[in-house]
Every structure is written in structure tokens, then in C-alpha cells.
């Protein structure tokens, strides 16, 4: 069972990294508009950019992977609670 400050640190990590992947995905649509359509390619565009990871160390293809699904995961959650107002 988790306490009220691991929960409330669970919380905070989760909100960074959706609030970080919202960031960075307008770069990563703008990359794959411009053609590049394999995950290597993006993670290789992005570190051509100079643009940052979360982590600070280079991008895999793993993590624009990661990115891409929580931007996912995100979207249907923010439809749903616009179509309840």
C-alpha cells in the first residue's frame, strides 16, 4: 500500500511527463509530416534538433515510442471531458 506522499509523488512524476510529451509532440508531428516515418528516424531527427529528452540523454527510438503513446493515452481523456461539458 502506498503512503499519501509516495501516492502524491506518483502523481507529480505522471503530470511531468504528459506535461513534457505534450511539449514535444508538435515537434515530433512536424518531423513526421516532413517525411521520416520510422521511430529511429524521428529519435534521430529530434537529436539532430539539439531537442532534449526528459532524461537529458540522447533519443531512442524506444522513448519517442513512449511519447507517442502517452500522447495517445491522453487524448481520449480530454475528449471525453469535453463532451461532458
Do not use: C, Y
Amino acid at each position: 500500500m502506498r503512503s499519501t506522499g509516495q501516492a502524491l509523488g506518483v502523481a507529480a512524476n505522471k503530470a511531468n511527463a504528459d506535461r513534457f510529451a505534450a511539449n514535444v509532440m508538435p515537434i515530433i508531428r512536424e518531423i513526421q509530416t516532413s517525411g521520416v516515418t520510422t521511430l529511429r528516424g524521428v529519435a534521430r531527427a529530434l537529436n539532430a534538433r539539439g531537442v532534449q529528452s526528459r532524461t537529458g540523454v540522447p533519443w531512442s527510438h524506444a522513448a519517442v515510442g513512449n511519447i507517442i503513446k502517452r500522447s495517445m493515452m491522453a487524448a481520449p481523456l480530454a475528449t471525453q471531458s469535453e463532451m461532458s461539458e
